[in-house]
């Protein structure tokens, strides 16, 4: 993980490896920042939905329990948000390095689309 302080604040940012572990254990919330069109089509299991068109950092969980971290399709809009997210006040917040392409890309396990029957299914 990186870390970099922004003002008084630390963005942090997260390979996939890291955010699948930190997932497996329980520590993290991920939240996709992608279209609901891109989340509906695929995405990471458990991943909540804020898409940018919606950002609020506000109305961003509290991180007393567990760490907040956002992904995007390649980590050009998570970082966007995560920075507004720390302009916006929030004292911590990270993104995920290279988005849900780089998760793919490291054959880590996601909801795909049956493509013959249109229904979600786990991709492994």
């Known amino acids: 993980m990186k870390s970099e302080e922004v003002g008084q604040a630390i963005f942090e940012t997260w390979t996939v490896e890291e955010v699948a ?4 254990e329980n520590k993290i919330v991920l939240i996709d920042v992608r279209t609901p069109q891109e989340y509906m089509f695929e995405h990471v299991e458990g991943a909540l939905l804020m898409p940018l068109a919606f950002f609020k ?3 961003l969980p509290g991180q007393s329990d ?6 995007c399709g390649s980590g050009a809009r998570s970082e966007k948000m995560a920075r507004l997210a720390i302009e916006s006040g929030l004292a911590r917040i990270a993104h995920m390095e290279g988005g849900f392409g780089a998760w793919k890309g490291a054959k880590l396990p996601y909801i795909g689309t049956n493509m013959a029957t249109g229904a979600p299914h786990r991709v492994d």
């Open 21 to 24: 572990k930190a997932m497996k």
């Open 57 to 59: 950092p506000d109305a």
């Open 66 to 71: 567990k760490k907040i971290v956002l992904h």
